[in-house]
């Protein structure tokens, strides 16, 4: 049995669905089981339909995201604060590094569960260079 055959990515899950799993923390596949075993850390493997995570690897691309996101948000609401209420600046310094942290973190997993879901999806893995040969 090959390695698609024995994860299950034969199987066709709807992008919406994928996303709410991912949010969800639950089985790319059966939408039962646990993706994650601890905050971030993602489990071996579904317990509910038995789906090897094995196909995981997100790499850093949720922490970009969260950057992204968390920046434009942060950033903007400092600007708006600014430009609104004009505060002293001991006011940025004791609202904004907890509200940055709070939503690093809120963002995190669920944006890892999306990425990780749409892996499955998808049917994404590592790109490989193949020795072509030619026949002349």
């Known amino acids: 049995m090959s390695d698609v055959e024995s ?8 992008l919406p669905t994928a996303i709410w799993r991912g949010v969800a923390g639950r089985c790319p596949r059966c939408g039962h089981g646990k993706l994650f075993s601890r905050l971030l850390t993602v489990a071996p493997g579904c317990t509910a339909c038995g789906l090897s995570y094995g196909f995981a690897d997100p790499g850093d691309g949720p922490a970009v995201f969260v950057m992204l996101f968390a920046g434009f948000l942060i950033v903007g609401l400092a600007l708006f604060l600014e430009v609104t209420y004009e505060p002293p600046y001991w ?8 509200l940055t942290i709070l939503v690093c973190l809120g963002l995190l997993r669920p944006l890892k569960g999306i990425l990780l879901t749409l892996q499955y999806r998808n049917k994404a893995e590592q790109g490989r260079i193949e020795n072509l040969t030619t026949d002349d």
Do not use: R
């Open 91 to 98: 006011v940025y310094f004791v609202v904004f590094p907890p």
């Open 7 to 14: 994860s299950g990515a034969g199987k066709s899950v709807d």
